[in-house]
């Protein structure tokens, strides 16, 4: 079964990309010894900066490998676009400097916090995720993907990870927390960009 590696330290994106590569027949693999490695600083100003900065740091520890690593987080309209590239640190008081991940219960309750006074009709906001797909240091492609959604004041159902509970997804009424995984994959920002990243890799296998 051919294998694609991925470069996170989050699981729940590691739960996603199975689901997404489960019916393409795709392996997903963590970079072996990926806990070990030195961390990346993510201070670029786009997903995308973040993502080809991860990739190209991550590839070089898998030599002649394609390495994906993702660069995602929650846009919403209300709050100006934010968390946006800060969704991983968005509860700690100052999520534009260079802290520690926050959890994802903290970031959710700042989020229901900042979006107290916001009317429904004024809820909207997406998810984005860009993969960075690099070898040897260098970046090769990036793959785009995002899902609109509305954000809800209390958390509904219990699968995914992240602001999943928050993210209603009008299209079939469901959070993203009430996903299957088969559904996620077919609906999200991470499925979308992945779907990208294999149609890429077929036209250059
Ligand atoms: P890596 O950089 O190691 O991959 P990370 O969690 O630090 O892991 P990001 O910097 O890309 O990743 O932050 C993404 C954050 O955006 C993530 O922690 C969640 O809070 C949120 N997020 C992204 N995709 C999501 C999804 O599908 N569902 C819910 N929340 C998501």
């Not at 559904?183 to 294999?198: D, N």
Request: with cysteine; charged share 25%.
């Amino acid at each position: 079964m051919p294998r694609v590696l991925i470069a996170t330290s989050n699981p729940g994106k590691l739960h996603d990309f199975a689901g997404a590569a489960l019916p393409h027949g795709i392996e997903i693999a963590s970079l072996s010894n990926f806990a070990s490695l030195p961390e990346v600083n993510e201070d670029g100003d786009t997903f995308e900066a973040n993502a080809r900065k991860k990739a190209e740091h991550y590839s070089r520890y898998a030599a002649g490998e394609i390495v994906l690593a993702d660069d995602s987080g929650l846009e919403v309209d209300a709050l100006g676009g934010a968390p946006g590239v800060h969704s991983a640190r968005y509860a700690a008081d100052q999520p534009h400097l260079l802290t520690n991940n926050t959890n994802d219960e903290a970031n959710n309750t700042r989020l229901i916090r900042e979006l107290k006074k916001v009317p429904p009709q004024n809820r909207t906001g997406r998810f984005v995720c860009v993969l960075g797909a690099a070898r040897d240091g260098e970046t090769l492609a990036v793959f785009r993907g995002q899902a609109e959604g509305i954000i809800l004041d209390s958390p509904r159902g219990s699968n995914g990870f992240g602001y999943d509970p928050l993210f209603y997804f009008p299209q079939i009424q469901k959070t993203f927390a009430e996903l299957t995984p088969e559904e996620k994959a077919s609906y999200s920002h991470r499925g979308e960009a992945f779907r990208k990243f294999i149609s890429w890799s077929i036209d250059h296998r």
